[in-house]
């Protein structure tokens, strides 16, 4: 009979500890400050640029269309973790329920899948914008961008969806201290005494399915905007069409970058690499999009810096006038 309940209770899914970035406790308070400031730069950037293509009837286009799908998402993503790393790092607030920590993955994994599918779309609005110039308004109508930004954000959903099926079905009796500072799916599953195979391949299936689909349509989209760029007579127009992609080439390299540091780390790192630098780097890749794309874009666009200086100097006339 005590076998018996041992091994129920055995199965059931526990609440879990969050035990931040491992063997560095003891500096949890400085680690806290950049997450905290690139935090407050990631939500003040993102609602700007959201609050600006909202009014300005100039940025209603396709690109700034993408691009605020793009902030919303990052948005998701910055307030699904960094409140709880830094309830952890200020108040030592760890524990998270088994439905929050199922909640939060959920949010996560779908989140970063959906930044990684609108940056794939941005490219193809690029390849439009530079091989069809003439089509670009009649192929990139506003019905066109609402089913493409669907289309993305139920992708991420229907291939995050069994994650937290696949981690309840597990049994947990190896502890609840997860060494990181959210809840991601291989961090949980290994928690288990279970087989967690499928686990593993099925993330690795997602992996391919979201970021290897999406890396593909970007490298065919730039390689043929390459080629129809390279094709222009004049230096001028060639100068100027490129320059309508550098900013999405940064929001890029400071996406997939991270991410691909944290992919062949864990695989051929070993044990060379420190699990605080693991954990680190899973963070940044979570945080440095959201906080380094609107000041890119804010930066590189013209038509979004000049909306900024219109406000400003707007603003800037009405305190005079009214002194």
């Excluded at 961090?187 to 499928?198: D, E, F, I, P, Q």
């Excluded at 993330?203 to 349509?217: K, P, Q, T, Y």
């Excluded at 420190?274 to 890749?285: D, F, G, K, V």
Aim: glycine share 6%; charged share 10%.
């Amino acid at each position: 009979m005590i076998m018996l309940k041992l091994n129920k209770t055995e199965w059931v899914l526990p609440s879990f500890i969050l035990n931040g970035v491992p063997g560095l406790e003891d500096v949890h308070i400085w680690i806290s400050l950049p997450f905290c400031s690139m935090y407050v730069v990631a939500m003040a950037g993102n609602c700007g640029l959201l609050y600006l293509i909202y009014c300005e009837d100039s940025l209603h286009k396709p690109m700034y269309y993408f691009l605020a799908m793009l902030s919303l998402t990052d948005l998701v993503i910055c307030s699904s973790t960094v409140p709880k790393a830094l309830s952890i790092f200020w108040f030592h607030l760890k524990k998270i329920g088994s439905d929050g920590c199922l909640i939060q993955m959920f949010f996560v994994h779908t989140f970063t899948g959906m930044e990684s599918g609108v940056l794939m779309l941005m490219a193809l609005d690029r390849y439009v914008a530079i091989c069809y110039p003439l089509r670009y308004s009649t192929i990139l109508t506003n019905p066109v961008i609402a089913k493409a930004g669907l289309s993305t954000f139920l992708r991420g959903v229907l291939l995050i969806i069994p994650f937290p099926f696949l981690i309840k079905r597990l049994p947990y009796c190896r502890g609840n201290v997860i060494p990181h500072t959210y809840c991601d799916h291989m961090s949980v599953a290994k928690l288990s005494c279970g087989n967690t195979k499928v686990n593993a391949i099925y993330g690795l299936i997602v992996a391919l399915l979201i970021g290897g689909f999406d890396i593909l349509c970007i490298t065919v989209s730039y390689t043929m905007i390459l080629t129809a760029v390279v094709s222009l007579s004049s230096a001028e127009a060639r100068r100027k069409a490129f320059s309508t992609c550098t900013a999405h080439i940064c929001a890029i390299v400071f996406s997939y970058s991270p991410a691909f540091f944290s992919f062949f780390s864990h695989r051929f790192g070993g044990h060379t690499v420190p699990p605080s630098c693991h954990i680190i780097m899973a963070n940044i890749y979570l945080l440095l999009p959201p906080t380094m794309n609107p000041v890119v874009y804010g930066v590189k666009t013209k038509q979004i810096r000049d909306c900024v200086l219109g406000i400003l100097s707007g603003s800037k006339n009405t305190k005079s006038q009214n002194i």
